[in-house]
């Protein structure tokens, strides 16, 4: 800058446009960028003017969906040049408030499945205070396979879609996990063979559990 002056001090400038900024010393919004508002103001000769800038940034809280597992979620924020400017993992549940940039951004959340991750995005400007709610759409799914003594197996789990050859899913029996919402024939492989159990119908937001028994006839 040319000129620094004190807010509510006046500076003598020679007519003219100028663009006027303020910044908090020391401080960063939470995409890494200095805490600070500008603006332009037209001086004209013998005429006092008067600049009023507000350093509140746009806030914007994340809440989240009860019932998730948020050691397996994450999030991140992009900006209109997909830029991840955002990112937070290992969420313990609890509203986070971020300080950024007025702008368009996306809000994306993973949800770790197993080797897969489910995830939604969501687009959103953001300007004064904004609320978004964190939901990826899941069912946690427990599968357990017995033999006719109630003992677990070491059996594979899998879910095929309506009319599909190759499952959308492959659990081991006894894994606790995520799983995408939808209408699924549940199949079992043990030792060579395999069983179906009939259709599963998973509904987002739900825990379900389930035993198998396999039976030796």
Do not use: C
């Not at 000769?45 to 008067?50: F, I, K, L, N």
């Not at 969501?122 to 427990?142: I, K, N």
């Amino acid at each position: 800058p040319f000129n620094t002056v004190r807010p509510g001090s006046v500076a003598l400038l020679a007519p003219g446009e100028y663009r006027v900024a303020a910044r908090v010393a020391g401080k960063k919004l939470d995409d890494g960028t200095d805490w600070m508002v500008e603006a332009r103001v037209h001086i004209r000769a013998d005429v006092t003017e008067q600049v009023v800038l507000d350093l509140t940034p746009p806030r914007l809280t994340l809440q989240f969906a009860s019932g998730m597992t948020f050691a397996d979620l994450q999030v991140q924020i992009k900006n209109a040049s997909g830029a991840t400017v955002v990112e937070k993992k290992h969420l313990d549940g609890a509203d986070i408030v971020l300080l950024l940039p007025a702008g368009s951004y996306e809000l994306l959340a993973f949800l770790k499945a197993g080797k897969r991750q489910l995830s939604t995005r969501t687009p959103f400007d953001l300007a004064g205070e904004v609320v978004l709610r964190v939901d990826v759409p899941a069912t946690q799914l427990l599968v357990q396979v017995l033999d006719d003594a109630g003992m677990a197996l070491a059996a594979r789990v899998e879910l095929y879609q309506p009319g599909a050859g190759a499952p959308a899913w492959q659990l081991a029996s006894g894994e606790d996990a995520w799983v995408e919402p939808g209408t699924y024939q549940l199949i079992v492989r043990y030792r060579g063979e395999h069983r179906s159990f009939g259709d599963l119908r998973l509904s987002a937001g739900r825990r379900l559990q389930r035993q198998l028994e396999w039976s030796k006839d």
